[in-house]
Every structure is written in structure tokens, then in C-alpha cells.
């Protein structure tokens, strides 16, 4: 979880690239989801599939890595052989978004992730390091809390414009101090429209993935309660960080052997 708030650092970055050098049409070209750019990564990618028996065009990313942004396309793996271009919207292309494979042993899916979350984690992030911590305004659910923007310096509590709805998202930290983007709103609402066939315990995330060429990034997992309404599911949560947390002593202890 920890080497999450560097890849922000990095790569939220983007954000910075899209603003007025741009021309209107170019600008909107940048941070609107394109199907046709879509539909030919995703040729480009099942192209190099075949070509290389199943594997993908991916950057290499750490085990812990949320699995939202987990499987990065590595662009230089497929052009210009399968790919002419990178798309405009692309980070690597000044965009705002980030290309990634979904289910990459499988169905190997083109998917996207949108920066502006990453960005207003970086910008809380950044404030984060006068206080050394970040206030607490008062607890939503278990381990899960409101966060106290005006001990930061905000005026207003900051939010994110859903990918999905448009709507202004909350974000929240959890109790090991990462932040998160609160896809409550529109899980309800794909809930109550759509009327899919979910349970409590199954991970209601994959609606939105299964849905919508964004993905839900920078989130805890959610599942429904016995009334059928989207809750965060933290103990799945708290098990997922544990596993984390002994990969990466793993990974140290390997490292030490190997200075030895």
C-alpha cells in the first residue's frame, strides 16, 4: 500500500501537462475516454498476444501494486509494429488517462484509469507532510474516516468528478493512512438501475469495471449488506493489506540473502 503513494507521486504528475498550451478540441481530446483509441490498443494488444503466445504488453509493477493500476501497457512493446500511435488522452501523450489491462491471464480487457484521483491525493499528500499526519474530521464506518480539510488548509473538502455519473466524489483515509476515492454514490446507483444478481461478499466493484472503460482506482473494496446496498467491505480490506505487508517483508528478507 505504501508503494502506492509513490506511483501518485509519479504519474499523477500528468495532470500538470493538460492545461492551456492545449486548443479547446485538442484539450477535450485529452481527457474524454475515446472508443476508437479504445478498440485499437485493444487490437494492438490481442495482435501481440498472438504473436508472443499470451503474453502482454505491460510494465513491470510491484506485487503489492493495487490491482486497478497493477497492469500498466507498456506502449514501446507495440509500436510501431501493432500500435501507429499513442492515443492523445494517454498519459504518455499529455492525457489523463492511464492505459491498463484488466484481467490480463484471461480476457486480457483495455481498460482505463483517470488521474484526476491520483492528482487530488497527491495535492492532500503534499500537505500531509507539514502536518506529518492527516486530521481526522470523525469515522463513516469501521476503519474507515472523514478527513479534516480545514486542518489541512482547505476551504472547501476536496472531491472528484466521478468518471461513471459526473457527480462529485468523497475521498476518505483508512486506518493505515491511505486515502481513497468513495464510489458509494455510484454503486447505489448502479444498484438500484441495473438490479444486478450480487450477494454480501462478492466484490461490487466489478460492476463498474464490467460497465465503464474506467476502472475504480485508489478504492477500498465494496460488497452489498443483507438489504442489497453498496457498503465498504474493510475486512476484505484490512486481509489485503496484511498480505502486502508480508510480501514486502518477504521481498526485504530476499534482499538481505542476497547481500550476504
Known sequence: MKKLSAFLL???TAILLVGCAYPED?????VTPDVDQLAAVQRAVNEYR??????????????????????????????????????GNAYEKG?????????????????????????????????KLSTQYLPIKGSMSDNVYQINYKDLGYKTDVT??????????????????ELHVD?????GQLLKEDKPDVKPGDDIRQLLVD?????????????VDDNGEPIYD??????????????????AEAAEKKEE
Open 234 to 251: 474493510m475486512e476484505t480490506y484490512s486481509v489485503d493489506v496484511q498480505k502486502a505487508k508480508e510480501r514486502q517483508k518477504q521481498e
Open 26 to 30: 485538442e484539450k477535450r481530446a485529452k
Open 95 to 127: 492525457g489523463i488517462y492511464q492505459y491498463i489491462i484488466w484481467d490480463p491471464e484471461d480476457q486480457a480487457t483495455v481498460k482505463l484509469v483517470d488521474l484526476n484521483a491520483a492528482e487530488r491525493i497527491r495535492e492532500i499528500g503534499i500537505r
Open 183 to 187: 464510489y458509494s454514490v455510484d454503486l
Open 10 to 12: 509519479v504519474f499523477a
Open 50 to 87: 498472438e504473436a508472443t503466445g499470451g503474453l502482454v504488453p505491460i510494465k513491470n509493477s510491484e506485487l503489492d501494486t493495487d490491482i486497478y493500476i497493477k497492469y500498466l501497457i507498456d506502449f514501446e512493446k507495440l509500436m510501431p509494429k501493432y500500435l501507429t500511435t499513442i492515443p
Open 160 to 177: 472528484v468528478k466521478s468518471p461513471y455519473s459526473g457527480v462529485e466524489l468523497p475521498l476518505f483515509m483508512t486506518g493505515d493512512g
Open 211 to 223: 460497465k465503464y472503460p474506467v476502472v475504480p482506482a485508489y478504492s477500498v473494496p465494496y460488497t
